[in-house]
């Protein structure tokens, strides 16, 4: 038998996925994008299963629904009726989720079959400290901008 991608839009994807986890089972799905980085990558995988919005906490990183499409980003804060979450890569954005758009949350992250220790309670506050250092962080990636767009020649 030949060994053959098939590849399926997001939606039908995803409606997949979620199938599973309400079914019972734990879902590995690969890392899409840069918007986790520097904590997770693209091609790492997690691995998911469901989840209540009383399960969560702050620091976890979860796939939710939002406009559409889903995420797989990092609480940032917890209501009762939602969620707040916020790619570890991201400068500016909030997405502010219902429970109700909670899919499952990240138990597990591979990178290159090595398991990443991204749940651990050490890296749940290290990725809540890179949230809250957004504002700086901001600074240094305008001020790099402005220097790689600043004339070289001096004379």
């Known amino acids: 038998m030949d060994n053959q991608t098939v590849r399926i839009d997001n939606e039908t994807y995803f409606k997949l996925v979620v199938q599973e986890l309400e079914a019972g089972n734990e ?9 986790m980085e520097p ?9 998911l299963q ?3 919005i009383a399960d969560i906490t702050v620091g976890d990183i979860v796939l939710a629904r939002w406009k559409q ?4 980003h990092r609480v940032v804060r917890k209501k009762a009726d939602g969620l707040w979450l916020v790619g570890d890569n991201n400068l500016a954005q909030i997405e502010k989720i219902a429970a ?8 597990e992250a591979r990178r290159g079959g090595k ?4 749940s651990s309670t050490f890296n749940k506050n290290l990725g809540m400290l890179w949230y809250h250092l957004r504002f700086p962080r901001r600074v240094v990636v305008a001020v790099k901008r402005r220097l790689l767009k600043a004339p070289t020649d001096y004379k």
């Open 27 to 35: 879902v590995r799905i690969p890392v899409i994008g840069r918007s």
């Open 39 to 47: 904590f997770l990558r693209e091609r790492d995988e997690v691995l």
């Open 50 to 52: 469901t989840a209540k």
């Open 69 to 72: 499409r889903y995420v797989l």
């Open 100 to 107: 109700t758009d909670l899919v499952a949350v990240l138990f």
């Open 115 to 118: 398991l990443l220790p991204v």
